[in-house]
Structures are given as structure tokens and as C-alpha cells.
């Protein structure tokens, strides 16, 4: 069994500081981890993935996020937001059957 | 860079109706998803497609609903007589042979009135 847990619903942040969306997960496998991103009418674009190689993962547009085991964590993070970054993000875990599980969702505001 | 396409983009059909849904995967992935994410709500597997057959499948996905691979191409989800609870944005998706990643289509906003 997997699951995950989006910690905030919704994280507000100024243009300029850093983004912290958190993610915590459960799974009777050795977990693969993921965070999409969706933009408002858009589909789902993979920012990053975690596949058990370095526990800190670099995604595009300068997201990165930190596996970490003994937290059952994978929280996303950048340094400066960006007007763009405005979107839905959602944190997933893959098991043993590759069916991966959505979090609920993090909808990320930036103001300027 | 390959990518998942999804058609239509909007669909607006009366309750009771059928739909289908079409997806074309990436060109050279063998394991095909659908996925739904009612407004709102987080994105919920469906079912999941290999080798002509259907490998998983989630409770949500009863007898109203069927997938298929009519050609080398697309990939289709078929809702035989709609509900309004299957109001969506339906999500295809695919993946290659021994690859965790699923790649995701723009989706289909299914509007059932």
C-alpha cells in the first residue's frame, strides 16, 4: 500500500523568496517519487523524479526537492519564485505495481 | 521532444450519451494509463493497459467504461452512457518497458450535462 500526504492546500509566497511545498509519503516498496506540476487548462508536467539514486534531485526551472527516508519526505523547494511558478503541484509515489498515487495538491501563489 | 496528445481538448455531451476519449501515446512506450480528476479533486487512477489487455484497474472503473488500442496508435476510453458524476478532466498517460516515469497528456475537460 502507498500513500501521500500534502501537508498545505495552498502556499502564498512573494516574487523573490523561496518556495517550500511538502510532501510526505508512505509505501511498502522501495518508493519512486515525483512531483508534477499543473498549470491552470494545462496537463501535468514532471518537474522531478526520484528514483533511488542522489537523494537530492535537481527538476527544471530550478525546483529541486530532497528525498529523505527517515522523514518520509520529499519536500519541493526553490530558491526565488517566479511570477510563472503560480500553478498546481502535486506530489506521487510509485510502487512495486507502477500505479502511482496522487497527492491532493499544493496550489502554489505568487504575488508580486 | 515526443509527447502524450489528447483529443479533444473540451467535450460537452447530454447525460446518457457516449463519449470516447482518444490519447496517443508516446511512439514507442507499451504501458498506457487513464486517469480522471473531477474539479477540485486529486487525480485518481482508472486503468491501466499492456500488451492489448487490461492490467489494473481501479473501483471506479465499472462496466460503463472500456479502453482499447484500435490501431498501432491510439489508445481510447469509452464511457457508454454518461453520468454527471463523470464530469472531468480525464488524463491519458504512457510509459516505456522497465521506465518509472509516466508521461501525461494536456487532458480532456468532459463537461456532462
Known amino acids: 500500500a502507498q500513500s501521500v500526504t500534502q501537508l498545505d492546500s495552498h502556499v502564498s509566497v512573494s516574487e523573490g523568496t523561496p518556495v517550500l511545498l511538502r510532501c510526505n509519503y508512505s509505501?511498502?516498496?522501495?518508493?519512486?517519487l515525483f512531483w508534477y506540476v499543473q498549470h491552470p487548462n494545462k496537463g501535468l508536467q514532471l518537474l522531478l523524479k526520484?528514483?533511488?539514486?542522489?537523494?537530492l534531485v535537481k527538476g527544471i526551472n530550478g525546483f529541486e526537492a530532497e528525498f529523505k527516508k527517515s522523514e518520509t519526505s520529499f519536500h519541493l523547494t526553490k530558491p526565488s519564485a517566479h511570477m510563472s511558478d503560480a500553478a498546481e503541484y502535486f506530489c506521487?509515489?510509485?510502487?512495486?505495481?507502477?500505479?502511482?498515487?496522487f497527492g491532493r495538491g499544493t496550489s502554489l501563489i505568487v504575488h508580486p | 521532444e515526443p509527447e502524450v496528445t489528447q483529443t479533444p481538448s473540451h467535450q460537452v455531451t447530454q447525460m446518457g450519451q457516449e463519449v470516447i476519449l482518444r490519447c496517443v501515446p508516446i511512439?514507442?512506450?507499451?504501458?498506457f494509463y487513464w486517469y480522471r480528476q473531477i474539479l477540485g479533486q486529486k487525480v485518481e487512477f482508472l486503468v491501466s493497459?499492456?500488451?492489448?489487455?487490461?492490467?489494473?484497474k481501479s473501483e471506479i472503473f465499472d462496466d460503463q467504461f472500456s479502453v482499447e488500442r484500435p490501431d498501432g496508435s491510439n489508445f481510447t476510453l469509452k464511457i457508454r452512457s454518461t453520468k454527471l458524476e463523470d464530469s472531468a478532466m480525464y488524463f491519458c498517460?504512457?510509459?516505456?518497458?522497465?521506465?518509472?516515469?509516466?508521461?501525461f497528456g494536456p487532458g480532456t475537460r468532459l463537461l456532462v450535462l
Open positions: 498517460a504512457s510509459r516505456g518497458d522497465r521506465q518509472e516515469t509516466q508521461y
Open positions: 509505501s511498502s516498496y522501495s518508493p519512486s
Open positions: 526520484y528514483t533511488s539514486a542522489a537523494t
Open positions: 506521487v509515489v510509485s510502487g512495486g505495481s507502477y500505479i502511482p498515487t
Open positions: 511512439s514507442n512506450h507499451l504501458y
Open positions: 493497459f499492456y500488451n492489448n489487455e487490461i492490467s489494473e
